[in-house]
């Protein structure tokens, strides 16, 4: 892990609230794996002091030429909403990458990735990743829900990874109008996966982890949860392991990934 100055290579909104930006960095990470995380602070911002985690979204790679990572965001507190006023050529404190990250398995072949909202941020890098190591994309699926259509992020460069995508909304406004959790279980039901992996809100991740519990398969969740060292320093990040004689897990260090029989959610 490294602490440095990247530079702003592009601060883009993607959606309502939604922004992809670009940093410069170390090519330290192109040894970082899908589901590791970033701490960023904002210099000379009081509030909020401490710096904040963002997964890392993909790689930036051009003609086999890394140049540094885009993180995805939404802006829901003042960090992000600085973030989101960030200029190109701006220098911001990166500090990573960090955590431990999904476990892709050679063997596995039929996979389905589930997402919430922002969830889909670390999601795009693993799907990236496994077409990288030449998994059998058309067997995959990506299953995307949100709110609303505002939330509904990546669609397309999941497709041009070439896996199928079923969109859910709340609301109705794109795709099924139910939750992601209704056509993951539909399809689990038809093809049952090899693996599941998935990232969002935590009601969303504890009906996923219930049935690849109910069906009997192995499942890797990335929890969401504010942290404050990204070190394991603060202990600010502690969640319970379901044998409770363990004692905490902390998202930072033993995550933000995680094996979905071990922790309650």
């Known amino acids: ?45 009081i509030t909020p002091f401490l710096p904040r985690p963002f997964s890392i ?55 389905n990735l589930v997402a919430g909202g922002i969830g889909v941020a670390p999601m795009l890098f693993l799907a990236l990743k496994l077409k990288e190591k030449g998994k059998d994309m058309s067997r995959c699926r990506m299953f995307l829900g ?37 056509p993951f279980e539909i399809e689990v039901q038809k093809h ?3 693996i599941v992996y998935a990232c969002g809100p935590a009601g969303m991740l504890k009906c996923v982890a219930g049935i690849a519990e109910k069906y009997n398969i192995f499942c890797q969740i990335s929890v969401e949860t504010m942290m404050d060292c990204g070190m394991g320093v603060c202990l600010g ?14 998202v930072c260090v033993d995550g933000p990934v995680f094996d979905s029989r071990t922790i309650n959610l």
């Open 237 to 250: 990040c502690a969640i319970e392991q379901k044998d409770k004689s363990k004692g905490y897990k902390h």
């Open 57 to 111: 979204h993909r790689l930036i790679v051009k003609n086999d030429e890394f140049s540094g990572i885009e993180i995805l965001y939404k802006v829901v507190g003042k960090g992000t909403k600085k973030l989101s006023e960030t200029e190109k050529g701006n220098n911001l404190d990166l500090f990573g990458p960090l955590g431990k990250g999904f476990t892709i398995f050679d063997e596995h072949e039929c996979i």
């Open 1 to 45: 892990m490294y602490q440095e100055k990247a530079q702003v290579l592009w601060n883009k909104k993607e959606k309502k609230t939604c922004y992809r930006i670009g940093l410069k960095c170390r090519k330290n990470y192109l040894n970082a794996i899908p589901g590791q995380f970033v701490m960023l602070r904002f210099p000379g911002l």
């Open 146 to 182: 949100g709110r609303s259509k505002d939330d509904i992020i990546c669609r397309d460069e999941f497709l041009t990874a070439g896996m199928p995508v079923h969109i859910t909304t709340d609301d109705g406004s794109a795709g099924d109008s139910c939750l992601v959790t209704h």
């Open 192 to 194: 049952l996966p090899d």
